[in-house]
């Protein structure tokens, strides 16, 4: 599977804005799609974001629908998500993951998974 390894959580006040990345090693990055999910505390991992090999199409969760953008460099293996507007209900470890399947369902099996980022957002 791929090596995936997530930057850019950090602690940020409400309102304001990250940018996190996920860079991807050991296999061809261009031959999965990828996806954020997020997982907070007490909460089961939920779907964030996804996005296909060629970066044609995105999918995204209602919950962040117009403040947070999926996009991907195949050229620099790098996967990125642009939070803005961010809420106190947006506080979660963020994790990157990869799937060899078509498409960029958020069902796909995704088979490859980073350590996670932690994203804080303060009142």
């Known amino acids: 599977q791929l090596h995936l390894v997530e930057s850019g959580g950090g602690l940020v006040q409400a309102g304001g804005s990250l940018r996190l990345a996920c860079a991807a090693s050991?296999?061809?990055?261009?031959?999965?799609?990828m996806g954020w999910f997020r997982q907070a505390p007490g909460k089961e991992r939920e779907f964030v974001a996804t996005?296909?090999?060629?970066?044609?199409?995105?999918r995204y969760a209602d919950s962040v629908k117009g403040r947070f953008t999926i996009s991907r460099d195949n050229a620099k293996n790098t996967v990125y998500l642009q939070m803005n507007s961010l809420k106190s209900e947006d506080t979660a470890i963020y994790y990157c993951?990869?799937?060899?399947?078509?498409?960029?369902?958020?069902?796909?099996?995704?088979?490859?998974w980073g350590r996670g980022t932690q994203v804080t957002v303060s009142a």
């Open positions: 996005i296909t090999r060629g970066g044609g199409t995105t």
């Open positions: 050991g296999r061809t990055f261009s031959n999965y799609a």
């Open positions: 993951a990869g799937s060899t399947d078509w498409g960029a369902s958020p069902t796909n099996f995704f088979d490859s």
